[in-house]
Every structure is written in C-alpha cells, then in structure tokens.
C-alpha cells in the first residue's frame, strides 16, 4: 500500500544520501535541521496502516511499555505533543485559578502558557547567570503564598540544578514538573530525566533528538498521577476507552470527569518506537558532533562554547548553543546569523525569553530589567546545526565559516589596521 500523501511528505528517500526531499532543491545548504528517518520508520507506519486499526491502541501501549523502560520510571503515557503532556502535568496536580506556577523565562511558549489553561499565572524566572536553564535562587525569590509548582526546563539537554530546585520545592511545599522537551535521553547524576520529579513532559516534535512529527509522553512513578492522565487524555472516559471497538472491547462507556482529547494514535507510536530503538546511536552522534564543535572552536576567543554537564550527568545536545563576545567583535547576532546563511548554513536564536514577547509583557507587566541573565544569553546566543544526518564534512563547513567570520569581524583586527 502507498502511503498516504501526509506520511509521504515527511517519509525519507533514502536514495537520494539521506536528505529530505524538502531540502534537496538547494544541495549547499546545510539546513539548521533534518529529520532521521529511513525504512525502520516507514515498514513500521505501513504495517499499523496494513492492520486496520489507526488511532491509539496496542502500537501505542507498546510503545509507552518501551519508552517507560528507556528512561526507568514506572510510568508513560504517550500523548499528541510535548504541550499536551505539559497541560496533563498540571491537571494531575490539580492547577486552579489563582495558582502561581514558576517558569524559566528562557524557554518556549509551551511550558508557560500551560499554566493559563487552568487560569494560573505563569512567574517568569531568571537564568543561571552565563547559562541558559532557570536559576533556583531567583525562582526562590519570586515564591508567594499562591505558588505550587516549577516547571524547570532542561534547556538544549542541559540538566538544571535539580538537586537545587527539589530542595527548594520540599522546603517551599512546591510540585516539580520537568519540561524535557530537549532532554531525551539527559541523565542528571546518574539517573535518566523522566525519573527524578513528580512528572517529566517530553515532545516528540518534528525537531526533538526523536521525533513522531508531532507528540509527546508523560512519565511519573507516582501510580495516581498516572492513572489520572490516562483518564483525562481521553475524554475523562476511562483508561482502556480506546479499547471499546476491538474484538475484546464493549460497547458501554461511562464519562466520569470533563476530559481532554491528548492521545498519540498508533500511527505516529510506531513511528516513535522505530526512533526510539535508535535513540542511543542518535545520541552518540549528537555528541560526535558536540564534541568536535567544541574542539574546534573553543579556542577562538570572540566565542563562547556551552556550559557542560555537571560530574555523572550527560548532555542530549538537542540543541548546541554558542555564545559570541560582542565587545569582541565588529558584528551582532542578527548580522552573524546573515552572514552564516549567505555561507549556506542554517542557524537559529534559542529563546527569545518570553517576556520579550507580547503577551507576556503586557499581562505580566515584566521587563527586561528583571531578567539580566536571560537577556544576556539572549542577546549573544546562536544555535548551529545538531542532528545524526548531520555529516562531518557539512560539520567541518560549518566550524570552517564560523571561525572564517569571526576572523574578518575581529575588533582587534580592525583597530590594528
Ligand atoms: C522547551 C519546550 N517546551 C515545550 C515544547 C512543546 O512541545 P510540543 O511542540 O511537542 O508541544 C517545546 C517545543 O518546541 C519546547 O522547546
């Protein structure tokens, strides 16, 4: 059976050197990013296809059993995007109107607009200074009698200071729930992300280190929290409601809550599975390529690489975010990320902090002022090209226009003239 035109956009010719067909119009330019996806993916899509059953079903409860043990908890429920697994989170610890919910301004949209779905308000959070992810003590300073949760954000698959902010939110009577959106398969001190709080929101988006397009799983070890998402992704009508039109399923069904409509359908779950089997060998090349843009471009002084990881944890490298000096150079950000795509490379800005942004502004009343790390990282950050397609000789090309900017931008090198 053909696949239909929706699956065969994102399908891969595999023929055709493991690029995309949306990026084969222009073979110099090295995209910012490219799905992996080769037959593993589009055998398994076909055979949920051939079996005549779509939506969520034994695919997707294979694929939670499967995504549960790779990361150790006891539970994960996979659910259409990494918001929806955000808005489950919050549902599970009971949000209310009023409620006041910690989160890094350093983050996307997703993880603080959440909150507003239950009528909470999201606080917006500094960074760590010369980091990206939340900084605990900043967080602490903005806790009132309203607060309940922090959300931290593991940002590019750089684990926070979660030991840090689990004391914190004993000591505070505060609910952890992780945004992971970046961070499969981190490990902070040992132990995998997924594992270390009340809930752990992971996306499977099309950019994320695997990916179903678009979805998202939920872990927690906490029994309740579990049995309560997987009632309420479903409509609040009970944990086995897809079942109802299998040979085994009945016909009868009982509404017991008001709930959302948040499942994976099996579909994309088989496209997770496939990803997931391949997430190490993802991970090992991420890393490769980490590590060779860190060996070569650290000793360039107008750049700064990206904070590593702390002793027994490990970095997903999602994303690899430099920083540039500035005062170092005759260039910005915006003309750097210019330059780069006139040398036929794609970069991206990791975030524009949210209180940059509209709404956060002009109903939170925040400030620039208020958040000096943030705007700090924000304003030097620039994310090069991570990905496993991604071939070393494109990741030379990348370091080689880089430094070759840089060295025609250098300050010094002009007041020398
Ligand atoms: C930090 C962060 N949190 C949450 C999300 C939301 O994930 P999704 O797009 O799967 O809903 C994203 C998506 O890019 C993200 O980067």
């Given at each position: 059976m053909k696949l239909p035109k929706f699956l065969a956009n994102v399908a891969l010719d595999r023929r055709s050197d493991c690029e995309p067909k949306q990026f084969m119009t222009d073979h110099s330019f090295i995209p910012f990013h490219r799905p992996s996806l080769g037959k593993e993916e589009s055998e398994a899509v076909q055979r949920v296809l051939d079996s005549g059953w779509l939506t969520t079903g034994p695919v997707t409860i294979e694929f939670e059993k499967q995504f549960a043990a790779y990361v150790g908890c006891k539970h994960a429920l996979a659910l259409n995007s990494g918001t929806a697994a955000l808005q489950l989170a919050l549902d599970c610890i009971g949000l209310r109107p009023g409620d006041e919910v910690l989160v890094p301004t350093y983050t996307f949209t997703a993880t603080a607009e959440v909150v507003t779905y239950f009528g909470g308000r999201p606080v917006l959070c500094d960074s760590v200074a010369g980091g990206f992810n939340i900084d605990p003590a900043d967080a602490e300073r903005r806790i009132t009698d309203r607060t309940r949760a922090i959300i931290p954000v593991h940002v590019a698959g750089e684990a926070c200071e979660m030991d840090a902010l689990h004391e914190l939110a004993r000591r505070r009577n505060l609910r952890v729930i992780e945004?992971?959106?970046?961070?499969?398969p981190t490990q902070y001190r040992g132990r995998r992300v997924g594992t270390l709080s009340d809930l752990t929101a992971f996306s499977l988006y099309a950019t994320k280190t695997i990916t179903t397009g678009e979805g998202g799983v939920l872990t927690t070890n906490d029994d309740r929290f579990a049995e309560r998402a997987a009632l309420m992704r479903l409509h609040g009508i009970g944990r086995d409601a897809w079942n109802r039109y299998s040979s085994e399923g009945s016909w009868f069904y009982q509404v017991t809550e008001a709930g959302y409509k948040l499942n994976l359908c099996d579909i994309l779950s088989a496209l997770g599975a496939a990803q997931l089997k391949k997430c190490d060998a993802f991970w090992k090349r991420r890393c490769e390529i980490a590590d060779l843009y860190r060996e070569r471009l650290q000793g360039v002084e107008e750049l700064e690489m990206p904070p590593l990881p702390g002793p027994g944890s490990t970095h997903a490298w999602h994303l690899f975010i430099l920083r540039l000096r500035p005062e170092m150079l005759d260039i910005d950000r915006k003309q750097m990320i210019e330059e780069l795509k006139k040398a036929g490379i794609g970069t991206s800005v990791h975030f524009i902090p949210l209180h940059r942004h509209p709404y956060y502004r002009d109903h939170y009343g925040c400030t620039p002022e208020d958040f000096p790390n943030a705007e700090d990282a924000y304003s030097r950050c620039l994310s090069l090209p991570v990905y496993p397609d991604l071939k070393d000789a494109e990741a030379e090309r990348v370091i080689s226009a880089v430094t070759q900017i840089v060295s025609r931008s250098r300050k010094s090198k002009l007041v020398s003239l």
């Amino acid at each position: 059976m053909k696949l239909p035109k929706f699956l065969a956009n994102v399908a891969l010719d595999r023929r055709s050197d493991c690029e995309p067909k949306q990026f084969m119009t222009d073979h110099s330019f090295i995209p910012f990013h490219r799905p992996s996806l080769g037959k593993e993916e589009s055998e398994a899509v076909q055979r949920v296809l051939d079996s005549g059953w779509l939506t969520t079903g034994p695919v997707t409860i294979e694929f939670e059993k499967q995504f549960a043990a790779y990361v150790g908890c006891k539970h994960a429920l996979a659910l259409n995007s990494g918001t929806a697994a955000l808005q489950l989170a919050l549902d599970c610890i009971g949000l209310r109107p009023g409620d006041e919910v910690l989160v890094p301004t350093y983050t996307f949209t997703a993880t603080a607009e959440v909150v507003t779905y239950f009528g909470g308000r999201p606080v917006l959070c500094d960074s760590v200074a010369g980091g990206f992810n939340i900084d605990p003590a900043d967080a602490e300073r903005r806790i009132t009698d309203r607060t309940r949760a922090i959300i931290p954000v593991h940002v590019a698959g750089e684990a926070c200071e979660m030991d840090a902010l689990h004391e914190l939110a004993r000591r505070r009577n505060l609910r952890v729930i992780e945004d992971a959106a970046h961070s499969l398969p981190t490990q902070y001190r040992g132990r995998r992300v997924g594992t270390l709080s009340d809930l752990t929101a992971f996306s499977l988006y099309a950019t994320k280190t695997i990916t179903t397009g678009e979805g998202g799983v939920l872990t927690t070890n906490d029994d309740r929290f579990a049995e309560r998402a997987a009632l309420m992704r479903l409509h609040g009508i009970g944990r086995d409601a897809w079942n109802r039109y299998s040979s085994e399923g009945s016909w009868f069904y009982q509404v017991t809550e008001a709930g959302y409509k948040l499942n994976l359908c099996d579909i994309l779950s088989a496209l997770g599975a496939a990803q997931l089997k391949k997430c190490d060998a993802f991970w090992k090349r991420r890393c490769e390529i980490a590590d060779l843009y860190r060996e070569r471009l650290q000793g360039v002084e107008e750049l700064e690489m990206p904070p590593l990881p702390g002793p027994g944890s490990t970095h997903a490298w999602h994303l690899f975010i430099l920083r540039l000096r500035p005062e170092m150079l005759d260039i910005d950000r915006k003309q750097m990320i210019e330059e780069l795509k006139k040398a036929g490379i794609g970069t991206s800005v990791h975030f524009i902090p949210l209180h940059r942004h509209p709404y956060y502004r002009d109903h939170y009343g925040c400030t620039p002022e208020d958040f000096p790390n943030a705007e700090d990282a924000y304003s030097r950050c620039l994310s090069l090209p991570v990905y496993p397609d991604l071939k070393d000789a494109e990741a030379e090309r990348v370091i080689s226009a880089v430094t070759q900017i840089v060295s025609r931008s250098r300050k010094s090198k002009l007041v020398s003239l």
